[in-house]
T-cell receptor
């Protein structure tokens, strides 16, 4: 199984940059996902990393280092609507496609 | 393209009763996974279905069961409900091509309250 750790909460100002770290321990690794979840809503997919390096998608970027068991999600030019919980999830190599292990989530609060 | 749909959206049941939740995946998606989300435990994997077969099961008691139909729609059932089963139940579907799978898309969830 996996141990997935991410900070509980982060606060940042509108227009700033925030980096959410995620560390994981796994017996095998087959991909890391980031999801955004607004209060009372379903998680929405943000990014997927399976190889080392940086994936950029507009204001959001995600980085992976498999040797360090480490990923981060970078949110640039923060907007008020980015206030949400950000979930890191890992797929184990021995698991089927549809089984993801989720971290507890990082609540990002964007202030004016 | 329509997203993942779940019915009902809200449900209130009494301890000891049973409940069935339904999930319709995105058209063309054959993999359906179910998760339970609670404030204390976060998102926890329940089970996954692909081509009407259960491919994986999480660490939940046998009271939790599911199935998938030939049109990829899925249902999950919880029997002998307990207060601790109160949670948001999320269904997610993903596209599978050959041996590759892609990101999971979540439905809006069913909010189950057990009294």
């Amino acid at each position: 199984g996996q141990n997935i750790d991410q900070p509980t909460e982060m606060t940042a100002t509108e227009g700033a940059i925030v980096q959410i770290n995620c560390t994981y321990q796994t017996s095998g690794f087959n991909g890391l996902f980031w999801y955004q979840q607004h209060a009372g809503e379903a998680p929405t997919f943000l990014s997927y990393n399976v190889l080392d390096g940086l994936e950029e998608k507009g204001r959001f970027s995600s980085f992976l280092s498999r040797s360090k068991g480490y990923s981060y999600l970078l949110l640039k030019e923060l907007q008020m609507k980015d206030s949400a919980s950000y979930l890191c999830a890992v797929r184990d190599k021995g698991d089927s496609w549809g089984k993801l292990q989720f971290g507890a989530g990082t609540q990002v609060v964007v202030t004016p | 393209k329509a997203g993942v749909t779940q019915t009902p959206r809200y449900l209130i049941k009494t301890r000891g009763q049973q409940v069935t939740l339904s999930c319709s995946p995105i058209s063309g998606h054959r993999s359906v996974s179910w998760y339970q989300q609670t404030p204390g435990q976060g998102l926890q994997f329940l089970f996954e279905y692909f081509s009407e077969t259960q491919r994986n099961k999480g660490n939940f008691p046998g009271r939790f069961s599911g199935r998938q139909f030939s049109n990829s729609r899925s249902e999950m059932n919880v029997s002998t409900l307990e207060l601790g089963d109160s949670a948001l139940y999320l269904c997610a579907s993903s596209l599978v091509l050959g041996e590759s799978s892609y990101e999971q898309y979540f439905g809006p969830g069913t909010r189950l309250t057990v009294t």
